[in-house]
């Protein structure tokens, strides 16, 4: 019989965001979302920003968690899940007008850039991840 839960790590460079045992974690990978069970075969995947979410255990309880994620990795083993990001934030700790000044300030900056360059694809992160936090914070 499959194990119900695996260990999953939710790492910053500042902190670990999150540590514990997950049902399931849904990360936005940049071909889609991309879920993963326990038991999982190995798979290494970029994420782009956007909503995680898990069901996990905590205190004897099975929990929802969401946060919105910028940039980063997903590593699937079959014993663990680590998600690597660049920012990590909780719907409790998102302010609704940085983000909202963020999203104005990368669109503004992202119109006087050419597409497909790396200075344009760098602001549309900055976007999307602001984006991220409004749709979490509803």
């Known amino acids: 019989m499959a194990d119900k839960t695996i260990p999953f790590r939710l790492i ?11 049902e399931l974690v849904i990360g936005v990978g940049t071909e889609g979302e991309e879920g ?16 995680l979410r898990a069901i996990v255990h905590e205190n004897g309880e099975t929990k929802r968690l969401e946060f919105a994620t910028s940039d980063g990795f997903m590593q699937a083993l079959p014993d663990r899940i680590v ?34 360059t790396a200075d344009y694809a760098r602001e549309q992160s900055l976007i999307d991840f602001a984006n991220a936090r409004l749709t979490l914070a509803g």
């Open 12 to 22: 910053t460079p500042i902190a670990v965001a999150f540590e514990g045992d997950a």
């Open 36 to 51: 993963i069970l326990p038991s999982h075969a190995p798979f290494l995947t970029a994420l782009r920003p956007g909503v």
């Open 83 to 116: 998600v690597l990001v660049d920012a990590a934030v909780t719907r409790e700790k998102i302010d609704v007008a940085a983000a909202r000044a963020d999203l104005e300030a990368a669109t503004e900056r992202q119109k006087s850039l050419t597409a497909q």
